[in-house]
């Protein structure tokens, strides 16, 4: 019995020697000062804890975190009347990140692909400073040929207008798949290159992860699995594009995606022009004849010092976010101090001069960047300290167009209390459906880890909580990703994050990823996301026992067996 004792204490003391560690990088994230967010971390690392045994009914996390943060946290700034106490649940994550408070009537919810692709159009054509597009490829059909030849039109008129051209094009591609075959990105791009080389930059972005003999050995097409530039963006001057879509025309015709245009936002739209050039930095330079080079000085991504590049490269990506933070912090404190003096003036004046006034924000906008190769797990965070925090009786809408979701999500969906009503591909609507060669068995791999993932919800019972359903549409492939949140008591979403990353392995530690978490009051919006996320979840069946007794659905033995091995690829 005290040898039973004995071991008790001894794997106490290591928990909380472990935890301490934890605590002390998770803390690091934090900017000074601000630390009551640690707080939060402790019930997200308990639930984690709990999650992966779930026959321990306490965790020793709690036990460490009075030990290393205040009781109360620290306020170290002046209240926001951007965004009142009160007025949402998720100021936390300005810790992290910078928060742009803007009004609803500036945010657009798209439907459609082609929806999608006619907005491209327009906003190009009318773009008068800049065009910032970061994209996993360029495709080469008809379509794609008709943006670059709007592009060109475009800076055909900067060109024409002013003896120095105003207008300036920016855009970002991965390395790997925008040079795969002989007509590419890159080859649909050149020509801009050549004609306005001071005004457009192409930037391809090569992970620092193949290199050496797996570069040498691994053929295209295989070594995008390695590591991508994912970060889909489209801004033309103040207006801003947040999607998972590539700019192919599949992109622009049957593949479902989603969209939300933010207009008229000039701060949201210099971070990502400033986060697009960080980049764009530490990526290969496209030139006029189709080779590529480094900016001078910089490290080059695999024939260079590897752990040199990613210093680099978070470095230069922090200040992106940092900087942005502080003028973001400041203009709170500028105009929570203007609000006031305004309100005290009113009070004296009479409401009558108020008529002229610029709204207070009701949406807030927080920009979220996982980029696991530099050490940068933003989203990563806030995504499960989100689903950790999901009260009982809220329900979540997780959509994803490859469900292959990380162990620590599945965890925290399993062990937490919100209803979850998760949307997938069904095999005939992924995108890799009737693919040649190997890629033509992925769809079966999604099947048997949906599969698995099922039969887990029923071990547990937790089938009325957490429900699948397949989206299915002829004709047509599904690729949207994100999630909206509803409070509970809510028939409205307070929350919805979209963008690129598709809470898989991949996104969270292979890829460069950005989403926005956009949060807001007022209602039309709310019912904006509402519909979106009808739309997309109509064109769906819940799944069931039965789903996989469907003769679609046998998957082959060599696929259960690879799958384990390589789903971290895909």
Known sequence: MAAGGSGRRAGLMAAAA????????????????RLGLAALLGRLSDRLSRGRDRRARRSSWLLLAPLLTPPVPVVTAPPCSLCPEGAHRFQWIRNLVPEFGISSSHVKVLSSPAEFYELLKVQIKTAKQRVV????????????????????????????????????????????RGSRGRKNSRTMLIPLLQRFPEQVRVSLFHTPNLRGLLKLLIPERFNETIGLQHIKVYLFDD?????????????????????????DSPEIADFFTELVDAIGDVS????????????????????????????????????????????????????????????????????QASGGLKPEPDTWIYPLIQMKPFGIQIDEMVTET???????????????????????????ILGTRAEYRILLASPEVNGFFGAKGVAGAIPAAYVYIEHQ????VCYLHQQERVQLQEYSRAGWTFHAKGLWLYLAGSNL??????????????????DLEAQVAIVTENKALQQQLHQEQEQLYLCSGVVSSSTFEQPNR????????????????F
């Not at 472990?18 to 000062?33: E, H, I, K």
């Open 386 to 412: 989100l689903l950790t925090e999901a009260e009982r009786d809220a329900r979540i809408y997780l959509t994803t167009g490859y469900f292959n979701l990380t162990q620590a999500y599945m965890d925290l």
């Open 239 to 263: 207006n801003v594009i947040l999607s998972g879509a590539n700019l192919s025309d599949l992109y622009f015709t049957n593949r479902q995606d989603r969209y939300v245009l933010l207009q």
């Open 18 to 33: 472990g935890g301490a560690a934890l605590w002390r990088r998770l803390s690091a994230w934090l900017p000074r000062g």
């Open 284 to 351: 290969l330079q496209l030139q006029q004849d189709d080779t590529v080079q480094m900016m001078e000085g910089m490290v080059h991504p695999y024939q260079g010092d590897k752990v040199a590049y990613c210093e680099i490269a978070n470095r230069r990506v922090m200040e992106v976010i940092n900087s942005a933070r502080t003028r973001q912090e400041l203009l709170h404190a500028k105009t929570f101090h203007s609000s006031q003096q305004r309100n005290s003036s009113l009070s004296q004046q009479g409401s």
């Open 554 to 569: 046998y998957v082959k033995l060599w696929v259960k067996l690879v799958t384990p091995l390589i789903k971290n690829f």
């Open 453 to 456: 993932f099922y039969s887990e």
């Open 493 to 510: 979403p307070c929350l919805t994050l979209i963008g690129s990353p598709n809470f898989g392995y991949r996104s969270v530690h292979r």
């Open 133 to 176: 597009m970061a994209s996993l490829y360029l495709g080469t059909g008809l379509l794609e040929q008709e943006l670059v030849d709007c592009l060109e039109e475009t800076l055909e008129k900067s060109l024409q207008a002013k003896e120095s051209p105003d207008l300036r094009v920016s855009i970002l591609l991965d390395y790997t």
